[in-house]
Nanobody
Framework: QVQLAESGGGLVQAGGSLRLSCAAS????????MGWFRQAPGKDREFVAA????????YYEDSVPGRFTISSDNAKNMVYLQMNSLKPEDTAVYYC????????????????????WGQGTQVTVSS
């Protein structure tokens, strides 16, 4: 079992920044990747970024490289999402997720590959 808890969401103006944190506990060593997903009202949950738990390779959705950066501190069992140059279309609930089943990188982009999820943190970007 892996438990995840997100924090750091809030209200920010367009062009601003937020740093989301995800505290992981339990069998974190069994995770192949940690991911951030987001879900806007009326839309499907979508991939934002992922990081390989060992080795720190990173993966991003096409619209966020250069604006968002995923990182981890394995010693503290923490995953972060630094979000800069935020846009109103980034408004969503952001979820942290752990993938303990699939080691291959192509799976890291897929919602269905992740078997543990946090409760989510709201990010609202005003125009």
């Amino acid at each position: 079992q892996v438990q995840l808890a997100e924090s750091g969401g809030g209200l920010v103006q367009a062009g601003g920044s937020l740093r989301l944190s995800c505290a992981a506990s339990g069998r974190t060593f069994s995770s192949y990747s940690m991911g951030w997903f987001r879900q806007a009202p009326g839309k499907d949950r979508e991939f934002v970024a992922a990081i390989r738990w060992s080795g720190s390779s990173t993966y991003y959705e096409d619209s966020v490289p250069g604006r968002f950066t995923i990182s981890s501190d394995n010693a503290k069992n923490m995953v972060y999402l630094q979000m800069n140059s935020l846009k109103p279309e980034d408004t969503a609930v952001y979820y942290c997720a752990a993938n303990t089943r699939y080691s291959a990188a192509p799976y890291y982009y897929s919602y269905s590959a992740y078997d543990y999820w946090g409760q989510g943190t709201q990010v609202t970007v005003s125009s």
